[in-house]
């Protein structure tokens, strides 16, 4: 997978590894309003899921891979009224 | 029987088995958080059950176990091979109440003094009180399965199919083993619901957040079966935990749910399926009334006699499916039956001092109702005499360089219409001289004969009524039933026992039994005039031998078949009547005490299917009768017992 930076917007692309977790957190500790583009990635590793799901930045687009497409899509653009974290 | 408590003696056994399998995982894996989970439901229910009854001893020990496997489920303490051995000394127990509710409707006066004693030393239960109870039946049994299917009520009430909820906590480091968890789950079968979660409650701040720790947790609700969850899983076993919620379960209630998805299994009365069993005896009887009315409707219209035949075949393909449905429906597991044993061995190995190791395998196998309610007690039998008699003293195995553990083993398996059932152990195995000391010290045979025997022979003089190899007397083998009762028994099931043994290494009993038990193969018989069936399974051949074939020997006759002298019987004669002597002579050849004997009878007639009713009446008394049976032209027939004949 590829992570792009483009001004405002972080391109995500094809399929993911842990190592994509790195830039896209720097990025988006740089600048938190920064959009997610998924429109062009296949899968992501759990890794950026979890990054995504913790900082909560805008979303664009939805992975391919139809399982994540499905079920982990909505859970990433579901802000606010998003799953309520037990505890 | 009351109901309830009818009830309660299948379903308590079931779950002291599903407990026992749990631990038996638990005994090599204690972390595995599935097995606890199952243990802890197999006694939670058990606990439950208990209340209906006055069983307040045995509702104290489920609670110390269950709350044992809570603590161990919760995470505060693993399981440690104590607390494994606590919870199967419970379970032990409670199948021995179980056992003596149904012998004598209530468990003994020591009850509580023995719950006592097993509780000493336990993690401090607390106490039952009735309110208690009920918060702990109103609370679901996992507080992230409550919390999921609040979140999911919609699709979980929407499943029209039994659901199951999953719980994946991948370790904080799978990361840098390289796991991706989420590529896992995407493999889920079924997978209707996700949720990813923070471990501990929030997401870490953009700050703090270490982008390769694996901090997450996922749930979801699948479709599929738990098997097929438990495989997508079976990588990171001790990482998830499972609940099966039954079809359009309560989401509140998700203890109940627990239970194993089995809406579709109907319990029914074994003695209604006995008796639609012994309806379809009667059919296949009927029905075998049309071979010989095909054979008389020949003589006048051979047209007419062909349809009658086409008529017959057609019926007796359809009674023969219903005859194999409703075996198939008699046909339960051995399992239930064979978890009775490794308590008992426990108990008789404690009895004896003699540590043994005992490993169960087949016990899936399904056999006939009938057969697995009537096996247990040769089994047990054989097990205390390997226990007893086989396996050598702690010195005498050291000297021999055995481990110290005396091995028993029972391994069951479907040999075609049959099972076969092994129970081997590693003792001293039966030495054959001293077999025939015995044998000849207590008049069961002459010396002469003895020392004539073969090998198998030799053998099957254990079985001999009667016998006993223990210079003393234990409390355990010898209460006056001898190995005798153990064939007896089998050949009640119409099986048979065989025995290989290497003295020094061990033995091995082998029984066989007919998994099916419906209907018996009978060999239809001419003696005197009169006609009798044979239990095929007590024929080993037919022969047709010619006057010069039949040699004089003492008082009687022989015969040489396949290089043996057999000694030859006149069947008329042992039932008190006279044979037509005529030749060539037609000889049915059985065995006795491991050794061919052939019967003489005047025919041999057609073979038939039949159902077999055990004798009644004056009958009942005699040993050589086996039952009747109705012919298809409405006649009865006498089965006889020729193993009881020739003995």
């Known amino acids: ?87 | 029987m009351d109901e309830l408590l009818e009830q309660f003696l299948v379903e308590g056994r079931e779950l002291v088995a599903a407990a026992h399998e749990a631990l038996a995982v638990l005994t090599g894996d204690p972390a595995n958080a599935d097995a606890v989970d199952r243990a802890f439901r197999a006694f939670h229910t058990l606990k439950g059950s208990v209340t209906l009854f006055d069983l307040k001893p045995a509702e104290h020990i489920l609670h110390a176990g269950e709350d044992l496997l809570d603590r161990a489920r919760k995470g505060a303490a693993g399981l440690s091979s104590g607390d494994i051995a606590r919870l199967i000394a419970i379970l032990d127990q409670i199948d021995r109440w179980i056992d003596a509710l149904e012998r004598e409707g209530e468990i003994e006066a020591g009850a509580a003094g023995i719950a006592e004693r097993l509780l000493i030393g336990a993690p401090r239960a607390q106490a039952i009180t009735p309110a208690d109870d009920e918060q702990q039946a109103s609370t679901p049994a996992e507080p992230w399965l409550a919390a999921l299917l609040e979140r999911r009520a919609a699709v979980v009430a929407q499943g029209e199919d039994a659901l199951v909820a999953f719980r994946y906590a991948p370790d904080r480091d799978a990361f840098f083993r390289g796991e991706d968890p989420l590529a896992l789950v995407g493999g889920v079968p079924g997978l209707i619901a996700l949720d990813i979660l923070p471990p501990d409650g929030h997401w870490p701040a953009a700050d703090a957040i270490e982008p390769f720790e694996c901090g997450m947790v996922i749930e979801g609700v699948s479709a599929a079966t738990p098997d097929a969850l438990r495989q997508s899983f079976r990588l990171v076993p001790d990482q998830v935990r499972f609940h099966s919620l039954a079809a359009r379960a309560q989401p509140a209630k998700g203890d109940d749910s627990g239970l194993p998805l089995a809406a579709s299994v109907l319990r029914v009365d074994a003695r209604r399926v006995d008796a639609l069993a012994d309806d379809v005896g009667e059919l296949i009887v009927a029905a075998n009334a049309f071979a010989p009315l095909g054979d008389r409707a020949e003589a006048l219209d051979a047209g007419f006699a062909l349809d009658i035949r086409a008529a017959q075949a057609g019926l007796e393909r359809a009674v023969g499916r219903l005859s194999r449905s409703v075996s198939a429906v008699r046909l339960i597991s051995l399992a239930p039956t064979l978890a009775r044993l490794p308590r008992m061995v426990r108990e008789i190995a404690d009895g004896l001092g003699k540590p043994v190791d005992f490993a169960v395998s087949g016990e899936q196998v399904e056999v006939d109702k009938q057969i697995a309610d009537g096996l247990f007690e040769p089994l047990l039998h054989l097990v205390r005499n390997a226990i007893d008699h086989g396996i050598e003293d702690a010195a005498t195995r050291a000297r021999s360089g055995k481990p110290a553990n005396g091995q028993l083993a029972l391994a069951v398996a479907r040999d075609g219409d049959d099972i076969l059932m092994s129970l081997s152990d590693d003792g001293a195995g039966i030495d054959r001289a001293r077999v025939r000391d015995v044998a000849v010290a207590r008049g069961l045979i002459e010396r002469e004969a003895a020392d004539a025997l073969s090998d198998a022979g030799t053998l099957a003089l254990i079985f001999a009524p009667g016998f006993s190899t223990a210079a003393a007397v234990t409390g355990v083998s010898g209460r006056g039933v001898g190995m005798d009762a153990v064939q007896a028994a089998v050949e009640r099931l119409r099986g048979g026992v065989e025995i290989e043994s290497v003295p020094g290494h061990g033995t091995r009993f082998q029984l066989r039994l007919p998994a099916n038990a419906i209907t018996t193969r009978l060999l239809v018989v001419e003696v005197a005039r009169d006609r009798y069936g044979v239990p095929f399974d007590q024929i080993s051949e037919t022969v047709r031998v010619g006057a010069d074939r039949l040699i004089p020997l003492g008082t009687g006759t022989a015969c040489v078949l396949r290089d043996r002298t057999v000694p030859v019987l006149s069947l008329a004669g042992l039932l008190g009547m006279a044979d037509d002597g005529g030749f060539p002579a037609k000889l049915l050849v059985t065995r006795a005490g491991g050794e061919p004997v052939a019967l003489r009878v005047d025919g041999f007639h057609e073979r038939l299917d039949a159902m077999v009713r055990p004798p009644s009446g004056l009958l009942a008394g005699l040993p050589m009768v086996r039952g009747t049976t109705v012919t298809g032209d409405g006649a009865v027939l006498l089965v006889l017992n020729i193993s009881e004949l020739v003995a």
Do not use: C, W, Y
Not at chain 1, 23 to 44: C, E, G, H, N, Y
């Open chain 1, 1 to 87: 997978m590829s992570v792009r930076i483009a001004g405002s917007t972080i391109h995500v692309e094809g399929n993911g590894l842990v190592e994509d977790a790195e830039p896209i957190l720097v990025a988006l500790q740089a600048d938190p309003k920064r959009i997610v583009d998924l429109s062009r990635a296949a899968k992501l590793h759990s890794a950026t899921i979890r990054l995504l799901l913790a900082l909560r930045p805008r979303i664009v687009g939805a992975p391919s891979d139809p399982f994540q497409a499905e079920h982990v899509a909505p859970l990433l653009i579901s802000n606010g009224d998003g799953p309520v974290p037990f505890g």
